[in-house]
C-alpha cells in the first residue's frame, strides 16, 4: 500500500457509481475506504479490495449516528483528500405500485429513511470527517444531488415525493456547509451523475438511454480534479452543465 497517496473515501460502495468510483481511484493510485452498510453481502466490492491493496473496506450505514460515529472514531487524524458521499436510496423498490412517496399513500416511514440516507447522512458524516479532510493536501467533500431536486426541472415528475425533497434540502445544507468549511480550505461541492444505469435507476422504471456507471464515474472525477476552493457550490452534472435549482 503506498502511504504516500491520496486518500479517498466513498460511501455506497457496494455497487453501481460507488463501487465503479471506487474501482477507479484504486486505478488512479488512490487509496480507497470504501464504505458499504453489509459488507459481508458487498461481493463486487470485496473482489475489488481482494485485487487491490489499496482498497479496504469499511462498514458505515449513513442513517446511524452511531455507525458514523464508529467510523470517526476508527479514522482520528487520518488524513482524508476526497470525502464522496454517493450513498442514496430511492425508497421502496414497490414505490410505483404502492404509492408510499406519491399522494394519496404518503408513507412518513418512509420519508424518514429517504430523507435520514439522502439529506441527512451526508451532512452528518462531513460534519464528522471535516476534521480528517482540512489535515490533507487536496481538502474536497463530494456529494452526489440529482437533477429531480431541481424545482426548475421538475416539471411534472411527481412519483417520488420524498426522493425529490431529499435531494433539495440536500443542496441547501451542502450550501452552508460550503459556507462554514470554506474558511479552513475545504471544497465543498454538489455534482450529479446523470442517468446511470443503476439499480436505482431501475427501481425508478425508467428504460430509456443511460450511462454506465464507469462513465458517469469517469466523468465526475474529471470534475472532481477541477475543484478548488473558488467553486461556487453549484449542482453541476457529470456533463458539466449547471443544474439550475
Known amino acids: 500500500m503506498d502511504v504516500q497517496a491520496p486518500v479517498a473515501l466513498v460511501t455506497g460502495a457496494n455497487r453501481g457509481v460507488g463501487l465503479a468510483l471506487a474501482r477507479a481511484l484504486a486505478g488512479r493510485g488512490w487509496r480507497v475506504m470504501a464504505t458499504a452498510r453489509e459488507p459481508v453481502k458487498a461481493e463486487a466490492l470485496a473482489a475489488l479490495a481482494s485485487a487491490n491493496p489499496q482498497v479496504s473496506i469499511e462498514p458505515l450505514d449513513v442513517t446511524r449516528v452511531e455507525s458514523i460515529e464508529a467510523l470517526a472514531a476508527r479514522h482520528v487524524g487520518e488524513p482524508i483528500d476526497l470525502l464522496f458521499n454517493n450513498a442514496a436510496v430511492l425508497g421502496d ?44 493536501r487536496q481538502k474536497k467533500i463530494v456529494t452526489l444531488s440529482s437533477g429531480l431536486g431541481s424545482l426548475s426541472l421538475m416539471g411534472s415528475m411527481s412519483m417520488f415525493y420524498f426522493y425529490q425533497m431529499s435531494k433539495a434540502a440536500l443542496n441547501m445544507g451542502l ?6 468549511l470554506r474558511p479552513r480550505g475545504i471544497t465543498v461541492a454538489i455534482l450529479a451523475p446523470g442517468l446511470v444505469k443503476t439499480e436505482l435507476l431501475a427501481q425508478s422504471g425508467y428504460t430509456g438511454e443511460a450511462l454506465s456507471p464507469e462513465q458517469s464515474a469517469a466523468g465526475l472525477l474529471k470534475l472532481v480534479e477541477g475543484l478548488t476552493p473558488e467553486d461556487p457550490g453549484l449542482p453541476i452534472n457529470v456533463d458539466g452543465q449547471v443544474l439550475p435549482w
Not at 175 to 180: N, P, T
Open 175 to 180: 450550501r452552508a456547509l460550503r459556507h462554514d
Open 93 to 136: 423498490r414497490h414505490d410505483v405500485g404502492n404509492r408510499r412517496q406519491q399522494l394519496g399513500g404518503l408513507d412518513q416511514a418512509l420519508f424518514v429513511e429517504v430523507m435520514k440516507t439522502n439529506a441527512y447522512g451526508p451532512l452528518k458524516l462531513a460534519e464528522r470527517l471535516a476534521d480528517n479532510v482540512a489535515a490533507s
